[in-house]
């Protein structure tokens, strides 16, 4: 019996430290293809189980099993591979690029490509991302040039932004990705107004929410999942669970809830978890609940199981707070690996084909990179005009404006 005496205050603890060995033996894994599909038009209630298990395809010997399965072809896993390793390649060269003073900050997404990469072949054009700073595979999967991208990174004479956005916070209404904001939490309600609009305009477009597994302790979270319920508001609600907020372990965040899913339940929303590295996993997930929502049948919560095998930014050591080796011991495996393993299996691959694709790769990027660098970097060549700084904010520009910009010379 509890001691109802003196009271205690609770603070999660992880599992282990920095120095000691890394332990995941509190993630339940199922067995791939275990999981149920059901009806698009399920009623919530009889899939609450669902916010506790993990959805999978590709089982361990690379085969695509299960109710999920099926819905790609050869030819489309082949393209998101290729998603995948070019983020990934992407991803290095810009690391690099900040090492060496080009820009001054950097955020990868080594572990966690095919959440974003897969999700963004299951949405149709016009539809709305709003997305954290980790899903640049969103952009990448739509044909976004990587040159424009690295301008931004850059900041320099042709960012599309003009140098007023933090590197890595990409925008382009073109491609269905809302502007990042550094404010965490704040784009999930947002999405869920946007999705809102388009209900009430009678628009097909649908949204898209994205949040990281720290970021759900924040109210906006909460408010979201209120007026997406209330008013079935045609919206996805992802919630990327990589296992570490920056020095902060997923346990502080999910409280006593169990898993991120399972928040959605008190609100009546069917929530789901899906294995964040099988690329064939995170597709079919997403294609059944952009579905649900644009069927009229409103938002789903989706908790994508991953892990951030990177530092949380290029100001970030994480080998201050986990284990340097706990990335080798997560059981999910690596998304480009466990795709490319899969495509071997289909015989319409090889570990030849591999390697020559990713020297194509890296030579892509590396041309994108030189042509981005001729326009400027962070501390040479050209930047953005100071007079961009007074344009495009106001429809008609106020008088004491004008003025500011008449006294600057531009």
Same mark, same amino acid.
């Given at each position: 019996?509890?001691?109802?005496?003196?009271?205690?205050?609770?603070?999660?603890?992880?599992?282990?430290?920095?120095?000691?060995?890394?332990?995941?033996?509190?993630?339940?894994?199922?067995?791939?293809?275990?999981?149920?599909?059901?009806?698009?038009?399920?009623?919530?209630?009889?899939?609450?189980?669902?916010?506790?298990?993990?959805?999978?395809?590709?089982?361990?010997?690379?085969?695509?099993?299960?109710?999920?399965?099926?819905?790609?072809?050869?030819?489309?896993?082949?393209?998101?591979?290729?998603?995948?390793?070019?983020?990934?390649?992407?991803?290095?060269?810009?690391?690099?690029?900040?090492?060496?003073?080009?820009?001054?900050?950097?955020?990868?997404?080594?572990?966690?490509?095919?959440?974003?990469?897969?999700?963004?072949?299951?949405?149709?054009?016009?539809?709305?991302?709003?997305?954290?700073?980790?899903?640049?595979?969103?952009?990448?999967?739509?044909?976004?040039?990587?040159?424009?991208?690295?301008?931004?990174?850059?900041?320099?004479?042709?960012?599309?932004?003009?140098?007023?956005?933090?590197?890595?916070?990409?925008?382009?209404?073109?491609?269905?990705?809302?502007?990042?904001?550094?404010?965490?939490?704040?784009?999930?309600?947002?999405?869920?107004?946007?999705?809102?609009?388009?209900?009430?305009?009678?628009?097909?477009?649908?949204?898209?929410?994205?949040?990281?597994?720290?970021?759900?302790?924040?109210? /906006?979270?909460? +408010?979201?999942?209120?007026? !997406?319920?209330?008013?079935?508001? @045609?919206?996805?609600?992802? $919630? =990327?669970?990589?296992?570490?907020?920056?020095?902060?372990?997923?346990?502080?965040?999910?409280?006593?809830?169990?898993?991120?899913?399972?928040?959605?339940?008190?609100?009546?929303?069917?929530?789901?978890?899906?294995?964040?590295?099988?690329?064939?996993?995170?597709?079919?997930?997403?294609?059944?609940?952009?579905?649900?929502?644009?069927?009229?049948?409103?938002?789903?919560?989706?908790?994508?199981?991953?892990?951030?095998?990177?530092?949380?930014?290029?100001?970030? /050591?994480?080998? +201050?707070?986990?284990?340097? !080796?706990?990335?080798?011991?997560? @059981?999910?495996?690596?998304? $480009? =690996?466990?795709?490319?393993?899969?495509?071997?299996?289909?015989?319409?691959?090889?570990?030849?084909?591999?390697?020559?694709?990713?020297?194509?790769?890296?030579?892509?990027?590396?041309?994108?990179?030189?042509?981005?660098?001729?326009?400027?970097?962070?501390?040479?060549?050209?930047?953005?005009?100071?007079?961009?700084?007074?344009?495009?904010?106001?429809?008609?520009?106020?008088?004491?404006?004008?003025?500011?910009?008449?006294?600057?010379?531009?």
């Amino acid at each position: 019996m509890a001691d109802a005496g003196m009271l205690r205050f609770h603070v999660p603890e992880p599992e282990v430290r920095p120095g000691g060995t890394p332990d995941f033996s509190n993630v339940t894994i199922p067995k791939a293809g275990s999981v149920p599909r059901p009806e698009i038009d399920v009623d919530p209630r009889t899939i609450r189980d669902m916010a506790f298990s993990i959805i999978r395809v590709l089982n361990r010997a690379g085969e695509a099993v299960g109710p999920w399965a099926g819905l790609l072809t050869d030819e489309e896993l082949l393209e998101g591979l290729r998603h995948m390793m070019t983020l990934r390649t992407f991803d290095a060269r810009m690391q690099m690029a900040q090492r060496q003073g080009k820009t001054s900050f950097y955020m990868q997404h080594l572990g966690e490509e095919a959440v974003s990469c897969a999700f963004r072949k299951a949405l149709k054009p016009g539809d709305m991302n709003f997305p954290t700073y980790r899903q640049a595979g969103l952009l990448i999967a739509d044909g976004y040039p990587m040159v424009t991208m690295m301008n931004q990174i850059y900041s320099n004479e042709a960012d599309p932004l003009k140098g007023r956005q933090l590197p890595i916070m990409y925008s382009s209404k073109e491609h269905g990705f809302f502007s990042i904001s550094g404010n965490l939490a704040t784009q999930y309600i947002q999405a869920v107004g946007w999705a809102m609009a388009s209900a009430i305009s009678k628009d097909s477009r649908i949204a898209a929410a994205w949040i990281g597994d720290g970021s759900t302790a924040e109210s /906006d979270f909460h +408010a979201a999942l209120v007026f !997406a319920s209330t008013y079935k508001a @045609p919206v996805v609600l992802n $919630v =990327v669970n990589n296992q570490w907020a920056i020095s902060t372990f997923q346990g502080i965040a999910r409280g006593g809830s169990g898993t991120f899913a399972a928040r959605g339940l008190g609100f009546g929303i069917p929530s789901l978890r899906v294995d964040g590295n099988d690329y064939l996993a995170v597709h079919a997930v997403a294609k059944w609940a952009i579905e649900r929502a644009r069927r009229n049948l409103g938002p789903t919560l989706v908790e994508y199981v991953t892990y951030r095998v990177g530092a949380h930014s290029s100001s970030d /050591d994480p080998s +201050a707070y986990r284990p340097k !080796a706990e990335s080798d011991a997560w @059981p999910l495996g690596d998304p $480009v =690996v466990r795709l490319k393993n899969h495509l071997i299996h289909r015989k319409v691959w090889s570990e030849d084909r591999h390697t020559q694709a990713e020297a194509e790769i890296l030579e892509t990027v590396i041309t994108a990179q030189k042509e981005a660098e001729s326009h400027g970097t962070l501390h040479a060549g050209g930047k953005p005009s100071t007079r961009d700084m007074f344009e495009g904010v106001y429809a008609e520009m106020p008088p004491h404006l004008r003025r500011q910009r008449q006294q600057a010379g531009v």
